[in-house]
């Protein structure tokens, strides 16, 4: 089995020119991440892990340091609050000071949000750098790890997509792997992630699949995202219906990248 890993930089409005060049960087810096992990032997999750963790260092992305995995060490699937802590802790992970997950960028964007006051917004203009990957290795093991900062001035207890299993990622051995980015409400609502996989399950390709369920949560619930897709047999897709999504692609030597629709770069890998 040939590995592969793609990863996303998040479903977003349009990227400046003077951020587009380091957008770019970080992707491909991921991406390079996962599949080293992969070329080495090493497992899907690794490679998704060590994906988004490159991704969340980059300030560019800021994606909050909050990536959701499933561990084979509990007989629980989902952590929240003061067990979710307590948890993390007793397997060695760093915590992280809140301060350090602040940037001058967002402080800006919160003081805006609180001003303008508005109508909710669908296009993922409040999303605050959700992160992702998808991954096959060499022994057909899938995996998908997502990651967000959330959205800008949130309600207090809320809970968004990227934590949530079908939601904001899936993963099945018998089918394949999805990360999806966006706005977090309508993601829910459709179970964006799983919606995909049973898709393809139904026979359709990876890329009918993703327009199929991303047209759907646009039709039903009016909203704007995008998603990364690997199948079990390798194929692999990205595919988004806000302005942009930065994603990059690895397999074969090669790697993938694009930001804007019909924008895409194939390069050798190092």
Same mark, same amino acid.
Request: aromatic share 4%; proline share 4%.
């Given at each position: 089995?040939?590995?592969? #890993? &793609?990863? @996303?930089?998040?479903?977003?409005?349009?990227?400046? /020119?003077?951020? /587009?060049? =380091? &957008? @770019?960087?970080?992707?491909? =810096?991921?991406?390079?991440? *996962?599949?080293g992990i992969l070329r080495e032997g090493g497992s899907a999750v690794d490679a998704v892990e060590g994906a988004v963790v490159a991704l969340e260092d980059d300030p560019e992305f800021n994606a909050g340091k909050c990536a959701f995995q499933l561990v084979n060490n509990t007989p629980h699937c989902f952590l929240t609050d003061q067990g979710a802590a307590q948890f993390a802790a007793a397997m060695g992970v760093p915590e992280i000071p809140g301060e350090k997950? #602040?940037?001058? =960028?967002? %402080? %800006? =964007?919160?003081? /805006?949000? %609180? @001003?303008? /006051?508005?109508?909710?917004?669908?296009?993922?203009? %409040?999303?605050?750098?959700t992160v992702g990957a998808v991954a096959l290795d060499c022994k057909g093991n899938v995996a998908y790890a997502t990651s967000t900062g959330g959205i800008v001035n949130k309600m207090v207890g809320r809970v968004g997509d990227s934590p949530c299993?079908?939601?904001?990622?899936?993963?099945?051995?018998?089918? *394949?792997? &999805?990360?999806?980015?966006g706005h977090g409400e309508s993601i829910l609502k459709v179970n964006l992630a799983r919606l995909t996989l049973f898709h393809i399950e139904q026979g359709k390709t990876v890329e009918e699949a993703a327009d199929l369920s991303l047209g759907y949560m646009k039709s039903r619930v009016k909203g704007l995202g995008g998603l990364i897709v690997v199948s079990k047999t390798g194929d692999w897709v990205a595919k988004w219906t806000s302005t942009s999504m930065p994603w990059a692609a690895a397999k074969d030597g090669k790697l993938h990248?694009?930001?804007?629709?019909?924008?895409?770069?194939?390069?050798?890998?190092?």
């Open positions: 089995m040939n590995p592969i #890993v &793609v990863v @996303h930089g998040g479903g977003a409005g349009p990227i400046s /020119k003077d951020r /587009k060049e =380091r &957008v @770019h960087q970080g992707m491909v =810096r991921a991406a390079t991440v *996962g599949y997950l #602040v940037t001058e =960028r967002n %402080k %800006k =964007r919160l003081e /805006k949000e %609180k @001003h303008e /006051k508005g109508a909710q917004k669908t296009d993922c203009q %409040k999303n605050l750098g299993l079908g939601a904001g990622g899936y993963a099945d051995n018998d089918i *394949g792997a &999805v990360s999806t980015t990248f694009g930001i804007d629709p019909d924008d895409t770069t194939i390069t050798d890998l190092p």
